[in-house]
């Protein structure tokens, strides 16, 4: 199980916009409206890594709306 959460600035008054397109993405899993450094985080979750890294580049990262993103992938020990 391949599990990460990005994080995502947006451009002015896209936050609700991106929120919405996050919803459709089939490996978003959650995600939520944030306040402060970033505007929001969504938690991706997928059966393996290359799955979610795909997931992240090609589709989170490709939405309207979006400046910059930060992803912190989780990681079993």
């Not at 929120?19 to 991706?44: C, N, P």
């Not at 059966?47 to 997931?55: F, S």
Request: a negative charge; proline letters at 3%.
């Amino acid at each position: 199980m391949a599990i990460g959460f990005v994080l995502m600035t947006t451009l002015p008054g896209q936050e609700e916009r991106v929120r919405q397109a996050l919803s459709k993405v089939d490996l978003v899993t959650d995600h939520w409206m944030l306040f402060g450094e970033y505007d929001l985080i969504a938690r991706v979750q997928a059966n393996e890594e290359y799955a979610l890294t795909r997931c992240i580049v090609e589709e989170i990262r490709q939405l309207p709306g979006i400046k910059e993103t930060k992803t912190l992938i989780g990681a079993e020990l």
